[in-house]
């Protein structure tokens, strides 16, 4: 069964720095390609980033909105994903979602999700 | 304001059909990339219920399908059952922005 376990969430100051960790099982997650998607509170869903899997290539894509700020990174000897966030501003609270990529709707849809970890950036 | 548009709310009574748009443009649907579907129940994160504009994942009921035509995608949901009451999502890519899009959710209400 495929388990994907967000970590690492909480309260941070505007400008301050949290990295966000995901551990996955049940799947060969050396193969996957994986995504960050987060949800503001009452909002709808924000596609962050997709690192794709070493075999194809280890390309990361970022959304403009966290270009710069936002660093997508794994490490497949741990079966884990992060997401390091600097600079960061009171609207990127929200609750961060890792995802698998599917591979049948060719890496460009989220065919399984975790439970989230809650991101508040608050004064 | 989402780049995919969908409307805010839907209602149906129990045993109905509704459906939900996904509206585009040329740089997204339009250019041909494929529309995906998600359910968020309340609380919860969400799930893929259709991908690849009409294919369902194992264990979604053959209840929701899914078209495309043009720069737009509908979700239809038959057999309405108080269970679906939920939150969905569309989601497509977009060549000018290199991203992935959603669409600003939909909140299903069963009667």
């Known amino acids: 069964e495929v388990q994907l376990v967000e970590s690492g969430g909480g309260l941070v100051k505007p400008g301050g720095s949290l990295r966000l960790s995901c551990g996955a099982s049940?799947?060969?997650?050396?193969?996957?390609?994986m995504t960050w998607v987060r949800q503001a509170p009452g909002k709808g869903l924000d596609w962050l980033g997709r690192?794709?899997?070493?075999?194809?290539?280890?390309?990361?894509e970022y959304a403009a909105a966290v270009r710069g700020r936002f660093t997508i990174s794994r490490d497949d000897s741990k079966d884990t994903l992060y997401l390091q966030m600097n600079s960061l501003r009171t609207e990127d609270t929200a609750v961060y979602y890792c995802?698998?990529?599917?591979?049948?709707?060719?890496?460009?849809?989220?065919?399984?999700w975790g439970q989230g970890t809650l991101v508040t950036v608050s004064s | 304001q989402s780049v995919l548009t969908q409307p805010p709310s839907v209602s149906g009574a129990p045993g109905q059909r509704v459906t939900i748009s996904c509206t585009g443009s040329?740089?997204?649907?339009?250019?041909?990339?494929?529309v995906h579907w998600y359910q968020q129940l309340p609380g919860t994160a969400p799930k893929l219920l259709i991908y690849?504009?009409?294919n369902r994942p194992s264990g979604v009921p053959d209840r929701f399908s899914g078209s495309k035509s043009g720069t737009s995608a509908s979700l239809a949901i038959s057999g309405l059952q108080a269970e679906d009451e939920a939150d969905y999502y569309c989601?497509?890519?977009?060549?000018?922005?290199?991203?992935?899009?959603f669409g600003g959710g939909s909140k299903l209400t069963v009667l």
């Open positions: 690849g504009n009409s």
């Open positions: 995802t698998t990529t599917g591979a049948e709707c060719g890496g460009d849809c989220s065919n399984f």
């Open positions: 989601q497509s890519c977009d060549s000018r922005l290199s991203n992935w899009v």
């Open positions: 049940g799947f060969t997650f050396s193969n996957a390609w």
């Open positions: 690192i794709k899997s070493k075999p194809a290539g280890g390309t990361i």
């Open positions: 040329s740089s997204n649907i339009g250019a041909g990339y494929d």
